[in-house]
């Protein structure tokens, strides 16, 4: 089949070296998903290939284009995405991406990055109790404490407790240095990170010392009742049953709950059921609660981290 050709005109400079991307990496993934040739010359940019891949090549440049010029650079995720999203016919619908969640400390846009996501934070916003499962790289857990932070900062809530059960996945706790919150710390420096990329450390430090903002422990919830919090719940694969029992229980009034995990990443020991795979089960019929599922397509970490995905996935389904 011959090659067919689309020509483009783009005179801005430095519209065409963020189209293009660092090293020219964005070209890269143009050519390489879309199996065309690009070719730049003087402000033209001529697409080559087959008639449907130039076609399609041109959509997506056209979509990138505008989203440069709406919000600034894109990235290799962004350009994958909307080149996905070209392929089903749903381009469009990356504009539904462009509304803020809030801002970090230092002034960053926080936004959703996938249509998967868009939902994510739809669910949050009207239901009481939302379950965000999927893999590595979803931003299910930056998300939700990026809402909380949205609510906290309204004064919708009067607190944020964040936890995450304390599993010993090839290290005993017995063995790690210093006092019992030095040993689980380590297990809660994710979310550490977050919070001080969302408000700053300082910011955390105050707010921790008031009791405003709680990072702990799973087995420290056990008897508490939380009243208006922002109650989120990472890592919810390594809960057993009793425990997802205790901790959805500890929900008060005025508060919402988010429950985070990878059902594909249990670290229980062999013959333990997961009390998140037990939950899907057990709550998916109630009014108020809803289970979102985020899937390789919403990975926004490097890309190569979907492939991964993808090969996990693969191997899986040929050795069940």
Not at 236 to 253: D, H, I, Y
Request: charged content about 30%; aromatic content about 8%.
């Amino acid at each position: 089949m011959s090659d067919y050709t689309i020509s483009m005109t783009i005179e801005d400079g430095e519209l065409l070296m963020k189209l293009l991307g660092q090293y020219d990496e964005n070209q890269k993934i143009i050519e390489e998903q879309m199996n065309v040739h690009l070719v730049f010359r003087d402000g033209d940019l001529k697409i080559v290939g087959e008639q449907k891949n130039t076609e399609n090549a041109k959509r997506a440049i056209d979509k990138m284009v505008q989203t440069i010029k709406d919000s600034g650079p894109i990235d290799s995720q962004k350009v994958s995405y909307i080149i996905e999203l070209v392929k089903k016919d749903h381009e469009n619908d990356y504009d539904k991406l462009s509304d803020i969640i809030c801002y970090t400390h230092k002034g960053k846009q926080i936004r959703c990055k996938t249509l998967g996501q868009k939902k994510y934070i739809k669910s949050i916003e009207k239901n009481e109790i939302v379950f965000g499962i999927g893999p590595a790289g979803t931003g299910k857990t930056y998300l939700a404490m990026a809402m909380a932070v949205k609510a906290f900062k309204r004064e919708e809530v009067s607190r944020i407790i964040l936890t995450r059960p304390a599993v010993e996945a090839g290290e005993k706790l017995g063995f790690l240095p210093g006092d019992l919150q030095d040993k689980v710390d380590p297990y809660l420096r994710p979310l550490y990170d977050a919070l001080y990329d969302l408000i700053g450390a300082e910011a955390y430090t105050r707010f921790r010392e008031k009791g405003l903002i709680e990072v702990a422990p799973l087995a420290y919830m056990r008897g508490r009742t939380l009243d208006d919090s922002f109650i989120i719940l990472d890592e919810a694969q390594n809960t057993t049953p009793e425990q997802m029992k205790m901790f959805l229980t500890r929900m008060g009034f005025g508060s919402k709950v988010i429950i985070t995990g990878d059902i594909t990443q249990v670290d229980l020991p062999m013959g333990k059921v997961s009390g998140l795979t037990r939950a899907e089960k057990i709550l998916k019929d109630i009014k108020g609660i809803e289970f979102i599922y985020l899937t390789k397509d919403d990975v926004v970490r490097h890309r190569i981290v979907q492939k991964i995905i993808e090969a996990y996935d693969k191997y899986d389904n040929e050795h069940l």
